[in-house]
């Protein structure tokens, strides 16, 4: 009796921690500190890809965080979603703090002010067989968590599912900075009847881990191009995703169910050769990096994660 009885509060009740493994806790005080316990700040990770938006994470990605993120991603601890949303959420309010995040950019006269508008929570997509051996979207699911978070705040939030993956990538694992930019360089667009929604509130980009930033600058990209030509380095990436847009997503729906971020995402494809544009989208200095999001990149305001490589943390560049 009393096994059937413990069998039966295992199914509602956590067996153990998700960052530390102790028993009968979702979080325990000492890994939600971890996770939650500082201020969130921004990030940036060395070399900083081109294109990246300010990036603002709650925690390290070591240690409890790290079990705790694998834990929801790997084996499936769905009630960890929300204390994982909360981090998220604590960064999103770091990066709308920021003087450019008060002005939604790239809006068009009738978006109306920047304040009336909600802030659009833009999860970065991933493979589809990644979700379908999951059998659950973590990044996707985290943003929810973490839009019900800054409801609750009195922060008004939405989840956009705007961004779908164009063509397959291989997997992240194992690749350097410059491969991982090329990897992923042109394989996301925005789904149809998605640009429309986007210049209606503030879009926040996010996912759960930034390693090199080359996904997150990828997704920025792609929310660029679809808000039309801005000023900035183009090349033929760019441009067959502008031209191919609208013809290659017509058989898409508006909000795509994908999954997980690549990096880590477990598909074994040959990546593509780094090419030289690719190359060049690294090395820039930070002064020309912030000067490129004065004010805001058309479309995007900020990203945000729930965690980023330790290294970023301490990377100070004013």
């Known amino acids: 009796m009393r096994s059937w009885w413990r069998d039966l509060t295992d199914l509602v009740l956590p067996a153990e921690c998700g960052g530390c493994g102790r028993p009968r806790a979702v979080l325990c005080a000492r890994c939600r500190a971890a996770l939650s316990g500082g201020a969130p700040c921004r990030v940036r990770p060395a070399p900083e890809p081109r294109g990246l938006p300010p990036v603002y994470a709650a925690a390290p990605y070591d240690g409890e965080v790290r079990a705790a993120l694998l834990a929801h991603k790997e ?65 996707r699911r985290i943003a929810y968590a973490a839009a019900g978070e800054l409801r609750r705040t009195g922060v008004p939030a939405a989840v956009l599912a705007a961004l779908w993956q164009r063509r397959p990538v291989a997997d992240q694992s194992g690749l350097g900075s410059r491969q991982r930019l090329a990897n992923v360089a042109g394989a996301l667009g925005v789904a149809p009847g998605c640009v429309r929604l986007l210049r209606r509130g503030r879009v926040v980009l996010v996912d759960d881990l930034m390693t090199t930033g080359a996904t997150l600058a990828e997704a920025a990209r792609a929310v660029r191009a679809a808000h039309g030509p801005s000023p900035g380095p183009s090349g033929p990436e760019t441009e ?74 301490g990377i100070h560049r004013n």
């Not at 709308?96 to 995040?101: D, E, F, G, V, Y």
């Not at 040959?270 to 000067?291: H, L, M």
């Open 75 to 139: 084996r499936g601890a769905l009630v960890l979603a929300r204390p994982l949303g909360e981090a998220l959420a604590g960064a999103v309010r770091a990066g709308l703090r920021t003087p450019a995040a008060r002005v939604r950019p790239g809006c068009g006269d009738d978006a109306g002010p920047a304040s009336s508008g909600p802030v659009l929570l833009v999860p970065v997509p991933s493979a589809r067989r990644a979700v379908r051996a999951r059998g659950h979207d973590p990044t």
């Open 240 to 313: 067959s995703v502008g031209r191919g847009r609208s013809a290659s997503s017509k058989s898409r729906p508006a909000f795509v169910y994908l999954g997980e971020t690549w990096e880590g995402s477990g598909q074994r494809r040959t990546p593509p050769p780094a090419r030289s544009g690719a190359d060049r989208q690294y090395g820039r200095p930070p002064k020309e990096a912030d000067e490129e999001f004065a004010g805001g990149a058309p479309g995007v305001v900020c990203a945000a994660v729930v965690a980023a490589s330790p290294n970023a943390f």
